[in-house]
């Protein structure tokens, strides 16, 4: 019996430090031995924000150590991995270069193979942990940084057929949250303050919702409510407020993923209807019930990833090198830190402009 793969994956793009090492089992699916994630919240909690700075020196404190967690916790020895997988990009230079330089470090030690992963890829395939999901697959990319539809068409193959033009979905709940008083991160409080409020008592805007294809535009929300939240006057209002934007969220993505599946169609001639969610804003139930059911409705398979795997992990950075890793495709040690770093590298980086509407 030949050995299966063991990978080491290493993340701190952004405010959390983590390393995974996973295995392939013997029907070629990658499996979870241990998966070690410290948020650094608390470091930034009274700033609203992630502070770079602050945010390198924690990694460069607790890297040593949260590797060698994953190491004990999987119940292998360091000389059994066969290869190890780092975050190169996109994310906070200062922060990436922690997690990188200590991952070539430690594939240079061990003399085995090191290998440059993109964030996003690692959210993209972050569904192929645990199951078997062949390619193409429609994904939809939502976190704190980033929110985009893209046909996967295979490992390194990617078209992005929609992206926000302005702020990420993540973006707009922990703005959203910030202005009703809500601590960072918001996103997870804002579903919870959603749950007792009343989703149609404000009418808020729905930036390019029958224009742009399947291209996103949030900022418009954040003016809106900066506006109702200055009249706030009880809990309630805060509640109603939380619902009404959750609502509004539900209602663009409901749209703008219908205008998803019809390019996705375009592609791959229906062929494979399956509808991939990733990223931070994943765990949200109510937006995952909203789109299993508009799945149901267009004969789309729908796949979230667990919870825990929704937001930052190094488990889906050691899943990204499992595959590069069986194409033999490494890195030399001089691989450089990518603070921007697109998935479909033909896609201009819009922030605010080029998407023509
Ligand atoms: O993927 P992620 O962990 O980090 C990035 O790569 O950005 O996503 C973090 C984002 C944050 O903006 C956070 O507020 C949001 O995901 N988020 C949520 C929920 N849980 C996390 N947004 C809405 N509802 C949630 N339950
Ligand atoms: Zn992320």
Request: glycine letters at 8%.
């Amino acid at each position: 019996m030949t050995k299966k793969p063991i990978i080491l994956g290493i993340e701190s793009s952004c405010d959390e430090t983590a390393a995974s090492i996973i295995i392939e089992n013997e029907q070629g699916i990658p499996v979870i031995l241990s998966n070690i994630v410290s948020s650094q919240v608390e470091v930034h909690k009274e700033f609203g924000g992630v502070v770079p700075e602050l945010a390198a020196r924690s990694h460069l404190e607790k890297i040593d150590w949260i590797v060698q967690r994953a190491i004990d916790e999987s119940g292998i020895k360091k000389e059994e991995i066969d290869a190890v997988a780092s975050t190169a990009g996109p994310g906070l230079i200062v922060c990436l270069s922690v997690g990188l330089s200590f991952g070539k470090a430690f594939a240079s030690a061990l003399d085995i193979p090191f290998i440059s992963v993109n964030h996003l890829e690692g959210h993209a395939l972050s569904p192929k942990i645990n199951s078997k999901i062949d390619y193409p697959y429609l994904l939809l990319l939502i976190s704190g940084g980033h929110s985009q539809y893209l046909s996967v068409q295979g490992i390194g193959k990617y078209k992005r057929l929609g992206t926000t033009i302005d702020d990420a979905l993540g973006e707009a709940f922990d703005k959203t949250a910030k202005l009703l008083g809500v601590e960072f991160p918001g996103g997870p409080q804002i579903e919870i303050l959603a749950k007792k409020g009343d989703p149609n008592k404000f009418i808020l805007p729905k930036p390019i919702f029958n224009k742009g294809g399947c291209n996103l535009s949030f900022a418009g929300l954040k003016t809106a409510i900066l506006k109702i939240s200055k009249n706030m006057k009880n809990e309630q209002d805060k509640f109603d407020i939380a619902a009404s934007f959750q609502k509004t969220i539900q209602d663009i993505l409901h749209r703008k993923t219908k205008v998803a599946f019809g390019e996705y169609e375009k592609i791959n001639n229906s062929k494979s209807k399956i509808f991939v969610v990733a990223g931070g804003v994943a765990a949200n139930k109510n937006i995952r019930s909203m789109l299993i059911n508009l799945c149901e409705e267009n004969n789309y398979r729908s796949i979230f990833p667990p919870i825990n795997l929704c937001g930052d992990n190094a488990a889906m950075i050691a899943v990204v090198g499992l595959e590069k890793y069986k194409l033999k495709k490494f890195d030399k040690l001089d691989y450089p830190a990518k603070p921007r770093w697109s998935l479909d590298e033909r896609a201009v980086f819009l922030k605010g402009a080029g998407v023509r509407l």
